[in-house]
Each structure stands twice: as structure tokens, then as C-alpha cells.
T-cell receptor, first 114, second 117 residues
Framework: LAKTTQPISMDSYEGQEVNITCSHN???????ITWYQQFPSQGPRFIIQ???TKVTNEVASLFIPADRKSSTLSLPRVSLSDTAVYYC???????????????FGKGTKLSVIP | KAGVTQTPRYLIKTRGQQVTLSCSPI?????VSWYQQTPGQGLQFLFE???????NKGNFPGRFSGRQFSNSRSEMNVSTLELGDSALYLC????????????????FGPGTRLLVL
């Protein structure tokens, strides 16, 4: 299984860009990287997913270098409502249709300061 | 569209008992996954059901089991409860369950918080 490591916590001021990096040194060729956001008392919410290079959607960007041993979630101009825990997930397809293994990071608690 | 619902939302049990949790996926979704979340271990994948068959399984003991019905609703059962089973149990649904490979979004329910005394 892939092992993921991410910072336990980060602080940022409103309006700043926040970058959260996840390390996954033993990522395999077919593994995908997904990031989730979780607010207290709620289930995780999908933010973005990528395989390599850069992916951007309306809420975030995901940067994955060529060696894919890390990934960086970038949140532009954060607001107070972005205060949450952010999880990195590595999904590994295995044999059999629709089969996979999942490894979650322990989560990064982002606190946005006014 | 109604979201993923889980019942009950809160549960208190004692060691040695068993518990059954229920999850109703979004209408039309055929894949249901279960996760355990604790402060110490974070989010951990339990298993995934698709079309009434367990298709994927995490690294949990056999005390944790589940099933899925023909209407895609799923139940999770934990037998012989231990103190360490106290956690938030999350259920997620998706259309095909291929989200982790092909970018399909998984939708999570609010969870069932289980306390084992």
C-alpha cells in the first residue's frame, strides 16, 4: 500500500494562497491522487483528483511533479469558510474490475485567520 | 436529489455487543463504501459494495462485515465490539465506484458516531 504523509496543521490569513503538500514516496504507476475537504460533523467532500502534472477546477489546483512522489493542493485566496481538515488519498487499482486499495493521509487542519 | 443518509446518527454500545449501521445511497448510485474515522488513525477504508457484492476490502478484522441490498442500500455490522471500535463511521456512494481511478465523485453521508463503553 502507498504511504501518505501530510502536515498536521497549517495557518493562513484570509486572501492568501495556501499550498498543502502530501508525500507519497512509494506511489505506483497506476495510483491516483485525490484530495478531500472535511468540516466538523460532516463527511468528506471531494475537492480534486489527478494523476500527473497539473489539474485545476473551480475551487483548487493540484500539482503533481514528474516523479509523482508528492502532490500539492493549492487553494487560491482562502476565506474563513475554508477552515477545515484536508485529506490526501492515494487510490491503487488492483486486479479485478473496479478493485482498488485506498490509503488516506492523516489530514491537515487548515485554520484561516481573519 | 437527496444526499446519502445514514442511520442512526449516534449510538452507544457496550463491549461485546454487536451493532448494525445503515446507509442509503443517492438514488441511482450502485456503489457504497464504508469508512472508519478516529482521531488517532484518521480515515480508513473498510469495504465497498457494488451491485450487492463486496468488491473491495480494507485491512480490518472479520468482525467488520457488510452487505448491500438490491435497492443499493447497505448495512455494516460490527460484532463483539471493542473499545477501539469507537469512531465515526462514514458511508459514501457513487455511480460506479470507479472514482479513485477515473475521477468520479464520491458523496459522503454525515456519518454514524459509535461510542463503545
Amino acid at each position: 500500500l502507498a504511504k501518505t504523509t501530510q502536515p498536521i496543521s497549517m495557518d493562513s490569513y484570509e486572501g492568501q494562497e495556501v499550498n498543502i503538500t502530501c508525500s507519497h514516496n512509494n506511489i505506483a504507476t497506476n495510483d491516483y491522487i485525490t484530495w478531500y475537504q472535511q468540516f466538523p460533523s460532516q463527511g468528506p467532500r471531494f475537492i480534486i483528483q489527478g494523476y500527473k502534472t497539473k489539474v485545476t477546477n473551480e475551487v483548487a489546483s493540484l500539482f503533481i511533479p514528474a516523479d509523482r512522489k508528492s502532490s500539492t493542493l493549492s487553494l487560491p485566496r482562502v476565506s474563513l469558510s475554508d477552515t477545515a481538515v484536508y485529506y490526501c488519498l492515494v487510490g491503487r487499482p488492483t486486479s479485478g474490475a473496479g478493485s482498488y486499495q485506498l490509503t488516506f493521509g492523516k489530514g491537515t487542519k487548515l485554520s484561516v485567520i481573519p | 436529489k437527496a444526499g446519502v443518509t445514514q442511520t442512526p446518527r449516534y449510538l452507544i454500545k457496550t463491549r461485546g455487543q454487536q451493532v448494525t449501521l445503515s446507509c442509503s445511497p443517492i438514488s441511482g448510485h450502485r456503489s457504497v463504501s464504508w469508512y472508519q474515522q478516529t482521531p488517532g488513525q484518521g480515515l480508513q477504508f473498510l469495504f465497498e459494495y457494488f451491485s450487492e457484492t463486496q468488491r473491495n476490502k480494507g485491512n480490518f478484522p472479520g468482525r467488520f462485515s457488510g452487505r448491500q441490498f438490491s435497492n443499493s442500500r447497505s448495512e455494516m455490522n460490527v460484532s463483539t465490539l471493542e473499545l477501539g471500535d469507537s469512531a465515526l463511521y462514514l458511508c459514501a456512494s457513487s455511480s460506479t465506484g470507479a472514482g479513485f481511478m477515473f475521477g468520479e465523485t464520491q458523496y459522503f453521508g454525515p456519518g454514524t458516531r459509535l461510542l463503545v463503553l
